[in-house]
Structures are given as structure tokens and as C-alpha cells.
């Protein structure tokens, strides 16, 4: 019996060493990290240009940013270009936020003034109750899917919302 444990030790410790690692890794080293350049037209994390969390679309073909509107009482997503900073208005009609453990919310293109007919950059939904959830909550984690051309797109959704700007306030009944 020792003797049977001692061959199957050896023969599964033979298998994992032949199946480790190669000398091919994909892994960098912390210091090969460190030297990497920064990306040239924006840092992930960064605020948007109206103050929300960017969220990279594809390969950074587009990115968007989300935002809630305490005094529109709206979430609002704005479609970027590759710069994070740019407007970049599409054909797409609506567009989904998925919020982590929550029922999925479509948001309706709302076009800026002076976008072509048919074109937006701009999707919101208006939510009284989803806002001060939001706004109590101080976060929002999950998905944003749109669909660009005959591309879909999908991009994960990390927004911290910044100060304490919907502590105090007396709402009253809605």
C-alpha cells in the first residue's frame, strides 16, 4: 500500500512538473509594468468630461461615459471616441446599463443640439427612484452593452460617484 502511494506520488508530481510553466509566459514582471508607456490620450479611472466614469468599448475603439444627474434625476451615458473626450455621435437607438444583481435598464438616445438627424451621443433615462439609489449607494457596477453599426459592443461599468452630494438633501415624496 505505501508502496502504491509512493508510485502515484511520483507519477503526479512527474505530470504537474510537465505541464507547469514553459518558457514562453505571458506574464509580465512588475518592473516591465512599471516601464510600460501610458496610454497617449487618456488613463483609465480619469473622469469624463462631464465629471463620470469612462468605460472603454472594444479595443478602445469607443468609450463611453457614465453619469448620474442628480438634479436631471437621470443616468446618463455619452458615447466617446477613441480620445475619451470627444462626443461621438452614433445611429444606435438605445443602449443597456446592467447593472450588478439588478434587472437590466435601457436608456434612449437623447441627442445633443447639433448632432445630424438620427445621430446621438447622448442616452438617458429618467428615474427619480434609480437616481437616489444610485446616489445612496455611491456606486454602480456592471455592463453596458450598445450595438454601433452592426457591431455590438459591451464594456464594464466601474463608477464610484465622487463626494457626499446627495447627503443632506430633503427630496420630500415623489
Not at 9 to 24: D, E, H, I, K, R
Not at 46 to 69: F, R, S
Not at 77 to 92: I, Q, S
Not at 127 to 139: E, K, N, S, Y
Amino acid at each position: 500500500m505505501v508502496r502504491c502511494s509512493l508510485i502515484f506520488s511520483l507519477v503526479f508530481a512527474l505530470m504537474c512538473g510537465l505541464s507547469g510553466c514553459n518558457s514562453q509566459s505571458d506574464y509580465k514582471t512588475v518592473d516591465a509594468v512599471k516601464k510600460a508607456p501610458p496610454l497617449p490620450d487618456h488613463e483609465h479611472g480619469e473622469k469624463g468630461p462631464h465629471g463620470g466614469g469612462i468605460v472603454e468599448l472594444g479595443e478602445e475603439e469607443y468609450h463611453a461615459e457614465v453619469v448620474v444627474d442628480h438634479d436631471a434625476e437621470s443616468l446618463v451615458v455619452y458615447l466617446l471616441g477613441k480620445d475619451a473626450k470627444t462626443a461621438e455621435p452614433v445611429g444606435a437607438t438605445e443602449l443597456t446599463v446592467a447593472p450588478e444583481g439588478k434587472e437590466a435598464l435601457t436608456l434612449k438616445a437623447a441627442p445633443l443640439p447639433g448632432e445630424a438627424e438620427g445621430k446621438a451621443s447622448k442616452f438617458a433615462l429618467v428615474d427619480h427612484d434609480l437616481v437616489h439609489t444610485l446616489m445612496d449607494a455611491g456606486f454602480l457596477h456592471g455592463d453596458l452593452r450598445v450595438t454601433i453599426g452592426d457591431k455590438p459592443y459591451l464594456g464594464h461599468i466601474d463608477y464610484h460617484l465622487g463626494g457626499t452630494a446627495h447627503e443632506g438633501h430633503d427630496h420630500g415624496s415623489k
